[in-house]
């Protein structure tokens, strides 16, 4: 999907579905640009960071959205 910084108003604004269907997008890249890296291939070496931090990003607002519908329920 996105090839920038994903913003956490942008995660946030996605449904359930486009946000599971951007995580496995991005794991699915993380995991070619390792690869890469191991063979020495590999391009632009900042993507893996951004990458990263899109992941981890987009599951911070999961499990604070998990939070909040626990809290209320």
């Not at 995580?23 to 893996?48: C, D, M, Q, S, Y």
């Amino acid at each position: 999907m996105a090839k920038h910084r994903l913003k956490p108003k942008e995660i946030r604004e996605m449904s359930p579905d486009e946000r599971a269907k951007t995580l496995r997008e991005f794991r699915v890249e993380l995991i070619t640009l390792r690869h890469k890296a191991a063979v020495g291939a590999l391009e632009n070496p900042g993507r893996l960071r951004e990458l990263r931090r899109n992941i981890a990003r987009i599951l911070t607002i999961e499990r604070e959205e998990e939070k909040r519908r626990a809290g209320k329920g």
